[in-house]
């Protein structure tokens, strides 16, 4: 029996409104057997960046053939571009504006198309609501079978986003940024163990954590490893640095949230390895 | 291939409880290959008016023979009946209480019966969740291949609610009124261009608008038209005008809200067409 | 036609983040095929009580054959295991700690597997997310048709919670607590008409309903026989008794929420029957 085709979202419309039942509207319309998964529709409005990480979280464990469209869309109306990306598993519809931007980076075996073929989209095309005129419908047609160069021709100046990297403040020091603060009040930053490899070490003794001004205590294993009310490191379901708490929320304890400092400070020379 | 059944669920459960589940699962104890879409459970509690207008927003990008199925429900319990209404191309099961006005006043074929057939209900029958017990088996049963007529007597008393229109207060001047804030703070109203023809000529010099006591700018095309901290009009995607800003939330930059009286002002006589 | 899969997921994840959606990718990577309904993910976070209610209150509406994955899991890290329990018409995937104590309690025919067998996980475990690599696939392989048998070893030692039951004050007083508050403000309790068969009798003069210091009017049938800014009892959807307002939330106008005691006082001696 053929896959039925599924089709997930990602976007900041929230659940407050039609938006998102309009959207699997005009796709059903359109691919009546498609599955629609929500990925997430709760990206802050507006943040292209937020987009991108919620994506990168998750694309990778769907079934290969998954047509992920994105619609974090604050040029809406104006002259950027629709896009449609393809690797080596998956397809992407988005606006270009960056939130592929984890995407670019990871796929080895990528191509993307300018989705202009305006026979695909809805007329008319309003100038708020091109997830509903332009991205649903060229998805859904995607997820039906039409190749990625019948919706437009292929480019490669496409918009990417660099994603804040964490600086080297001196040979022991290392500041990253928090990205994110989750629905439990973790704090997911921008440092991996690629980038600190004392991240692969918990325990370590030389290991100073602090956000902002304030020391946590170090790197554990798990959240159950804290003691109550205790804020410290760990190493996320992501690869990055998260700041958690047991059973409550870093964020709120520290009052700390996105664009926090996070300083990894090594109180004595790593040992080799 | 015959196509599964859709059944779109719009109502005022929140996400916070088990509400939306357990319809779910009482539908596909029914028809187990149906295809339950979440048209929106965020409906503001016990409005009607905001459930219709959340409805009439999205129904008609669905395929053809998809029940619609729309709980907001402040007279559960009491004598208002459950209705089946059957236009063109949908199906829709919802209490008589006027949250179907917006189908009844655009669809021109249309047949409303009265859900009493208790046999299709889930027994006992709940005073408090008729989501549970009345609707979602009907909607069901419906889309398994059920006649409406099955469920009961066709009626024509049934209720409409009248939407608020807008007011002309002398030649040059119509007063509107906010029908909701959505997600991004845009301020959805009640003026169509076909009430206000001048909302067809985005930039014409002769056009104000005042949100309340407060002027904002003219119209334009599109949120990206705005320049940083702007408060404009468009002509939104679902035909009204609105109230918004580029990027952020003209909802909160007003601090304004439903209700909210709109004055369009000519201050000069409109050019002919 | 062999009836697709049913699997359906309840947590505290909230819909802020990818954690949902990644999820159910897991589970479409391994059963393409299956239908993946939401039952609930606003489980108030790290209460396993509160998940328990969600899921009793919905489970039992599904097609036989459902797979009900519940995550609830303030000890994700730990030692606590990862159960499949399997009753006479649903199997159930849930971390032992309680979380599916209302199903042990309900449910005559009743086994529980402890699921440890590894090659069913995705590799490599993280320390923080089991939903994404243990519950998810196991949860996937199960409605693939993988016997529970085939996850690990058959136990009887698994955690059960007792539920907060009501206490008996004296002849004629009960003291029963809210459970949770619901999202339009209905306040629901741990008092049943099993517990309290006064409550089998709507307008029975003698019953007076005290939350905490506050008496509110008596028991009715449903929402609508209360007049407006009335706070009454009912015996709810869910078959307890729940503090309730007609159009409005209890728990706000009486300031009321989880963990307020409610006292039911007979003033005479209650009638037989």
């Known amino acids: 029996m053929a896959q039925r085709p599924i089709i997930t ?3 900041d419309f929230g659940l ?4 998102v039942g309009t959207v699997k509207g005009v796709i059903l319309n359109i691919v009546p057997e498609a599955e629609i998964v929500d990925l997430c529709h709760s990206v802050a409005a507006f943040d292209v960046l937020d987009g991108a990480l919620t994506l990168a979280a998750a694309y990778s464990y769907f079934p290969a053939g998954t047509v992920h469209m994105v619609v974090v869309d604050p040029g809406v109306g104006s002259a950027r571009r629709p896009l449609v990306a ?3 598993r998956y397809e992407f519809v988005a606006p270009d504006n960056g939130v592929l931007s984890l995407i670019y ?4 075996r990528l191509r993307v198309h ?3 073929a305006q026979h695909y989209f809805l007329r008319p095309v309003s100038q708020t609501f091109h997830a509903r005129d332009i991205f649903a419908p060229v998805a859904a047609y995607l997820a039906k079978g039409v190749a990625p160069a019948k919706f437009g021709e292929e480019i490669s100046d496409f ?6 990297r964490p600086q080297r403040l001196d040979n022991s020091s290392l500041r990253g940024t928090v990205l994110k603060a989750d629905h439990f009040g973790n704090l997911l930053t921008n440092i991996t163990p690629q980038e600190a490899p004392v991240l692969l070490q918990p325990g370590s003794a030389g290991l100073r954590i602090l956000v902002g001004e304030r020391e946590v205590a170090g790197l554990k294993t798990s959240y159950a490893d804290g003691a109550a009310g205790e804020v410290f490191g760990i ?10 708490a047991n059973q409550a929320s870093a964020a709120q304890i520290l009052g700390a949230g996105k664009g926090c400092n996070v300083d990894l400070v090594l109180s004595r020379p790593a ?3």
């Open 105 to 108: 980076r990871r796929e080895e």
């Open 235 to 244: 190493v996320g379901s992501m690869g990055y640095l998260e700041i958690v």
């Open 86 to 88: 393809t690797t080596e």
């Open 16 to 19: 407050r409104d039609h938006f």
């Open 114 to 116: 300018w989705a202009s």
């Open 9 to 11: 979202l990602t976007s």
């Open 159 to 164: 918009v990417r986003l660099d994603l804040p």
């Open 271 to 273: 040992v080799a390895g």
